[in-house]
């Protein structure tokens, strides 16, 4: 905290754009539910305070849908509905932890006239994903699934064995399009309440997975 508040000092940041974490897929977040509450909640305590201390003019948090209720009255998300009830068990350390931020953030604006913006980008894809079992997501795991498929000589046809009913469905959204949302959050007067960061569609699991078994 105290490298990173003399950073703050010595350099004079304009901004902070807050996009670290410790976050993975299902079985890592299962297993981690305490690690995950702990870092991610005291990172973003941290660049809340040292901005708050330094005087800087703008942070943005960035969020997630992990933060949202279980069971939404509405889908897509609606940002209304944040704190409306438990997130989902398998990732409630790490939504906890990133909703808690979330009302920190509008805390601080309103207390100590803080400018915050807090973005909450819906699920992500894009260059650079993780392709580790532990820690992908839903797109690169399952582009990682029928890759090892094609070269699989134990499975005649490449069949690919996918988790559920396929009738979940997800807002995915490009990473290079939320870069984009987060420079014009830098650039526009925006308040404290959270913006849900995505394409406002909805794609089914099954879509998702003919989609790539496709493109394949």
Known sequence: LDSFSNLCKNVGFDAIVHLAGVVGGIGFNVNNQ?????HNLQMGMNVLTVAKENNISK???LGTT?????????IPFVE??????????????YGIAKRTLVKMGMEYSKQYGMKVVNLIPTNMFGEHD????????????????FESARFDSSRPGGVVNVWG???ASRDFLYVGDCGRAIATA???????EPINLGTGRETTIKSLTETINKMG
């Open 34 to 38: 305490g690690k995950l509450l702990y």
């Open 165 to 167: 009913t396929g009738s």
């Open 186 to 192: 830098l650039e526009k007067d925006i308040g404290p």
């Open 80 to 93: 209304d509905e944040l704190f409306d009830g438990m997130p989902e068990l398998t990732n409630s350390g």
């Open 130 to 145: 993780h392709f580790e079992e532990e820690k992908s997501h839903v797109i690169p795991a399952l582009i990682k699934k």
């Open 59 to 61: 942070v943005i948090m």
């Open 66 to 74: 992990c933060s949202y209720p279980c069971v939404p009255k509405t």
